[in-house]
């Protein structure tokens, strides 16, 4: 099945700093989507982005398809962003809802 | 608008026991998906349920099983609990073709 590898598993960072998350595939798919999940285990929907740059406030997501990876920036970081970030991806046409998530980012922004 | 509900939010069950998990999805989604996410790992598809069949199956034995109803919310069920189905269990619903919207998870403890 398809492999999904993100990096770095753990991100420390100060209040106001910018930061790359990176997702690999190894093969090609249909549907990405970036979620924070929040301490309280809530997942939140970032980007459905199977190809190209979305940006949405301090964050921006890009995918590029043909070459099997996706970058999730984050600008100005805030204590508020912390959780854990997770790429997943779906290879079937259409969303099914069948997703594959990566082990996920471990994001901790100190004030 | 209400988005995803799940109950309860927290449930505590022994081994052996059999347990069900509510989910009511997004105002206009009628299709649901079920995830089990364990400790430190990236939630993992359980199956997904459209005009109250179930479309999809992951890798989960047939102890896992669902319903979904004519108003679209839907059911998880579990028998025969062992220890290692502790987690939390991710509801998320969508449209075809659309992004899935996760309610806030229920957190099953096995003891």
């Known amino acids: 099945g398809i492999q999904v590898e993100q990096s770095p598993p753990d991100l420390i960072l100060q209040e106001g700093a910018n930061s790359t998350l990176r997702c690999n595939f190894s093969d090609s798919v249909n549907n990405l989507q970036w979620f924070h999940q929040n301490p309280w285990g809530q997942l939140i929907n970032l980007f459905y982005?199977?190809?190209g740059t979305k940006q949405n406030g301090r964050l921006s997501a890009t995918t590029v398809a043909t070459e099997r990876y996706s970058l999730l920036y984050i600008s100005s970081s805030q204590t508020t962003d912390s959780g854990v970030y997770f790429c997943?991806?779906?290879?079937?046409?259409?969303?099914?809802?069948?997703?594959?998530f990566g082990q996920g980012t471990t994001l901790q922004v100190k004030p | 608008d209400a988005g995803v509900t799940q109950s309860p939010t927290h449930l505590i069950k022994t081994r052996g026991q059999q347990v069900t998990l509510r989910c009511s999805p997004k105002s206009g989604h009628d299709t649901v998906s079920w995830y089990q996410q364990a400790l430190g790992q990236g939630p993992q598809f359980i199956f997904q349920?459209?005009?109250?069949?179930?479309?999809q199956r992951g890798n989960f034995p047939d102890r896992f099983s669902g319903h979904q109803f004519p108003n679209y919310s839907s059911e998880l069920n579990v028998n025969a609990l062992l220890l290692g189905d502790s987690a939390l269990y991710l509801c998320a619903s969508s449209l075809w073709n659309s992004p899935l919207h996760f309610g806030n998870g229920t957190r099953l403890t096995v003891t």
């Open positions: 982005i199977p190809s």
């Open positions: 349920y459209y005009e109250e069949e179930e479309r």
């Open positions: 997943a991806v779906e290879k079937s046409s259409g969303n099914t809802g069948k997703l594959i």
